[in-house]
Nanobody
Framework: QVQLVESGGGLVQAGGSLRLSCAVS????????LAWFRQAPGKEREFVAG????????YYTDSVTGRFTISKDNAKNAVYLQMNSLRPEDTGVYYC??????????????????WGQGTQVTVSS
């Protein structure tokens, strides 16, 4: 059974930091790209950051470049999103996703095969 389980969300003031975690089970990740998406109320789900599991290449949307860092732990089958200098516009539900045979740079949510349940991130001004 495939599971992606996110954790680490919460309420933080603008300028603060959070670290999201995604624990993956049931997949052989060397063939996958992993990504973080987010969805704000009334908006479409958008790509935030991605990573190619096989070589660790990383990809970011422009609005988070320099503030967010995606990383992975091969031994734990986990992917992380370190979020610094948070802004109110970063508020949303953050989802972890896996794209079989992908690189983690695809920005279309439709290309991803597996999803977690999401974790809420709220940044107050």
């Amino acid at each position: 059974q495939v599971q992606l389980v996110e954790s680490g969300g919460g309420l933080v003031q603008a300028g603060g930091s959070l670290r999201l975690s995604c624990a993956v089970s049931g997949l052989t990740l060397r063939n996958y790209g992993l990504a973080w998406f987010r969805q704000a109320p009334g908006k479409e789900r958008e790509f935030v950051a991605g990573i190619t599991w096989s070589d660790g290449s990383t990809y970011y949307t422009d609005s988070v470049t320099g503030r967010f860092t995606i990383s992975k732990d091969n031994a734990k089958n986990a992917v992380y999103l370190q979020m610094n200098s948070l802004r109110p516009e970063d508020t949303g539900v953050y989802y972890c996703a896996a794209d079989r045979y992908g690189l983690g740079r695809t920005r279309s949510a439709y290309e991803y095969d597996y999803w977690g349940q999401g974790t809420q991130v709220t940044v107050s001004s």
